[in-house]
């Protein structure tokens, strides 16, 4: 076994994790799986490597920072000769400082934990990774890959919120998330779309967190996110768009505090708040009930809408893709969704949807529409070996 790389995607109840072989990256990786359901029971499991059974008994009291501890180990002993060279970590929100990968240190560690507060229920477990990896294996490398560098090319008026600009100056602007994914899907999408990939392109990671991200030329014009997490889309637990009046009255007239509230809109709302069932679309989707019909209703309408909002962005569309766990395993909700957005040049394959077809438009079609898989451990596995190896291309603005 070669020397490797180890990829961590740090999420709020997730460890996925994959070892890149160094000569190969571009390779699928010999080393790959995740832990879930991390601060409940959680559950081990190996897309590729030793059986997960050699990994040992998992408790429930054991937290992403005491998995990733166990988990160095048993990916050196995995390696068989082999050597991990440095470890690249998924970072949520890098503000306005970090429009590129870093390799970390105690200072950068510092800022990033003032940025817990813009995504409270994923920069602490993202952190927490980090601070694993440097228990384990002190000496080893650390690079952070940004979730928010990937839309620092957008236009400054695309940043902006319409409030006071000494707030503005402070950082209050919209960053957007789900970089790392847009990213990814850039990097493949002439492959499957040709010259469209070029062009006017919306980009859907629908999963239990949700956002669109519109691009010209491989690059983020806008996005559904914002200043957090919450904004945009209907996601698993999360609102998307909310009138902030609403916030007021929940503190103002229903005495909510900020605690409160915060948990409401992190963890109470979304798809799980409209059904009072589940946050997982799949149970949804197979649910008679009323309340799910409409929360999926919502979804949808709500995915329409931001569509048609970013394809104005752009002056129409020329390719829309689905990726994430909803946008590449639902072809209910890829079809609706397609069927919402038919002004827009959009003419589904039923057959090829349902199929799990990568191209699932009509050929030829006025505006084109695919599943393409993310992979955002190797964005972050290419991301990590060039920062090392200084060869990291410094070209993304920052537009604020």
């Given at each position: 076994m070669t020397d490797v790389i180890l990829v961590l995607n740090v999420g709020s109840s997730s460890v996925k994790f994959a070892a890149y072989d160094v000569r190969d990256p571009e390779s699928p990786p010999p080393l790959r799986g995740s832990f879930e359901r991390v601060g409940q029971t959680p559950?081990?499991?190996?897309?590729?490597?030793?059986?997960?059974?050699?990994?040992?008994?998992?408790?429930?009291?054991?937290?992403?920072?005491?998995?990733?501890?166990?988990?160095?180990?048993?990916?050196?002993?995995?390696?068989?000769?082999?050597?991990?060279?440095?470890?690249?970590?998924?970072?949520?929100?890098?503000?306005?400082?970090?429009?590129?990968?870093?390799?970390?240190?105690?200072?950068?560690?510092?800022?990033?934990?003032?940025?817990?507060?813009?995504?409270?229920?994923?920069?602490?477990?993202?952190?927490?990774?980090?601070?694993a990896v440097a228990v384990a294996r002190p000496d080893l490398p650390q690079v952070a890959c940004f979730d928010t560098a990937f839309h620092r090319t957008q236009p400054r008026i695309a940043q902006l919120f319409a409030i006071p600009r000494a707030l503005t100056d402070e950082g209050i602007i919209r960053y957007g998330f789900h970089g790392l994914s847009y990213e990814y899907i850039a990097s493949v999408l002439p492959s499957h779309a040709g010259n469209d990939a070029h062009g006017r392109v919306i980009v859907a990671h629908l999963g239990h967190g949700a956002s669109l991200c519109a691009m010209r030329e491989g690059k983020s014009v806008a996005t559904s996110m914002g200043f957090t997490a919450l904004d945009g889309l209907v996601m698993g637990k999360r609102p998307g768009a909310l009138d902030p009046g609403v916030v007021l009255h929940l503190m103002q007239d229903k005495g909510m505090s900020v605690e409160e509230v915060a948990k409401l809109l992190y963890t109470g709302s979304g798809l799980?708040?409209?059904?009072?069932?589940?946050?997982?679309?799949?149970?949804l989707l197979d649910s008679d009930d009323e309340r799910a019909r409409e929360a999926v209703d919502l979804f949808v309408y709500r995915a329409a809408c931001e569509i048609g909002a970013l394809a104005a962005v752009l002056g129409g569309i020329d390719a829309l893709v689905f990726t994430a766990g909803i946008?590449?395993?639902?072809?209910?909700?890829?079809?609706?969704?397609?069927?919402?957005?038919?002004?827009?040049?959009?003419?589904?394959?039923?057959?090829?949807?349902?199929?799990?077809?990568?191209?699932?438009?009509?050929?030829?079609?006025?505006?084109?529409?695919?599943?393409?898989?993310?992979?955002?451990?190797?964005?972050?596995?290419?991301?990590?070996?060039?920062?090392?190896?200084?060869?990291?291309?410094?070209?993304?603005?920052?537009?604020?």
């Open positions: 559950q081990f499991s190996v897309k590729a490597g030793p059986s997960a059974e050699s990994f040992g008994a998992i408790s429930a009291d054991d937290g992403h920072a005491a998995l990733i501890e166990r988990l160095i180990p048993w990916l050196e002993a995995a390696l068989e000769g082999g050597t991990i060279i440095a470890a690249g970590h998924r970072i949520v929100h890098g503000g306005r400082d970090y429009a590129q990968p870093v390799v970390i240190d105690n200072d950068i560690c510092r800022k990033l934990e003032t940025l817990v507060p813009l995504a409270p229920r994923h920069q602490p477990e993202n952190l927490a990774g980090v601070r799980l708040g409209v059904s009072q069932l589940s946050s997982d679309m799949r149970d946008g590449e395993n639902a072809p209910e909700i890829r079809a609706r969704i397609c069927e919402a957005s038919r002004w827009l040049g959009l003419e589904l394959d039923p057959v090829a949807n349902k199929a799990g077809a990568s191209q699932i438009t009509k050929d030829p079609s006025p505006a084109s529409a695919w599943m393409i898989p993310t992979d955002e451990e190797r964005i972050m596995a290419r991301y990590t070996l060039k920062t090392l190896h200084g060869t990291l291309e410094t070209d993304r603005l920052l537009a604020i």
